[in-house]
């Protein structure tokens, strides 16, 4: 029986990898004994327990940006961190540490360098984040979710993606999600997502276009978020929804997607072979741009800035490129060979690699 560590947190980013492979280690070994390690204040907080896994929480600790009074204090705090994540390693007795990226990862990496506990690193971003530089010092067990990623002595494994996801037959699945939706099966649909918290701009282009892309004989599945105004006014094939707690039907009725380019979704889109259309999110450290690089390199997918996201693009761009038949099932085509649905499995694989080499 192998016991498993998995740290990470914070964002949707890191804590749906890191469940997607706790699930597939729990599938494989039910006797697995399978722990989390976040903060109180991430997703992870309501989402690891829901799923049925047992959260240990540590300090949420951001690395420091500037000089004030978090800073001075960063040092002793990451100590105590580091302290407390050695003390759950040998009272747990636990054979491999695997981190995501966030604020648990860091104090995790450290300790399981001090404990000589096999240490494995997933990075999601084709960015990588600041925790996950730093622990690739500690270990040559690192698996990425894109080709492009710079990351010190990783290889490429894909992104771990949700069970729904990767066992999703879209054919079939494509009568509920009409049915769920209120679509038509006899139109063709342009999925509209910004993520959990929505895009304003993305949200007020398409709304403000919705009825020239219906003109051009597409329907719409539009996921505004919780923070948006908009709502279903009823209007032809035009659907309007806050949250969608079913995106594999929503991913299976799309034919073409435009959305942010967080990570997750970026892997989720590709693997299903859906083209897309990507608008990264303007602000942070620009990972969304890079996100989408693999895609529009392979001809998949389109990069559009935000500010350049306006009524007259869709008019000019959008709805002409959707009108073409052809070049949609071309990028539908690069789209599915870019993406992975195997991400979980090859993750997996570098877990076992490194608890046999101890």
Known sequence: MTNYLLAG????????????????????????????????????????????YELLTIERLPFPRRLNGAAFSFPA????????????????????????GGYASAPAYRAAKRTKTPLVIHEANAKPGLANKAGARYT???????????????????????????????DSARAEGYELFGLDPKLRTLLVTGGSTGARKLNQTIASSQEQIVAAGFQILHIVGGRSDLRDTGAPSYRVIEYCDRMDLALAVADFAVSRAGAATVSEISALGIPAAYIPYPVGNGEQRFNAADAVRAGGALLVNDADFTPAWVRDTLIPLLGDRTRVQDMAVQSRLMGSLDGTERLIAVIDEAVAEG
Request: aromatic share 6%.
């Open 9 to 52: 947190g914070g964002t949707a980013g890191h804590v749906n990898p890191l469940l997607a492979t706790a699930d597939a280690l729990r599938a494989r070994d039910p006797q697995a004994q399978i722990f989390v390690l976040g903060t109180k204040e991430g997703l992870e907080a309501r989402l690891v327990p829901a799923r049925g």
């Open 77 to 100: 705090r990451f100590r105590r961190a580091v302290g407390d994540v050695e003390r759950i390693i040998r009272d747990r007795n636990i054979d491999v540490v695997i981190g995501y």
């Open 140 to 170: 040559d067990h690192i698996g990425v979710a894109f080709h492009g990623t710079r990351l010190r002595g990783s290889s490429y494994v894909g992104m771990p993606l949700r069970s729904e996801i990767v066992n999703l037959e879209r």
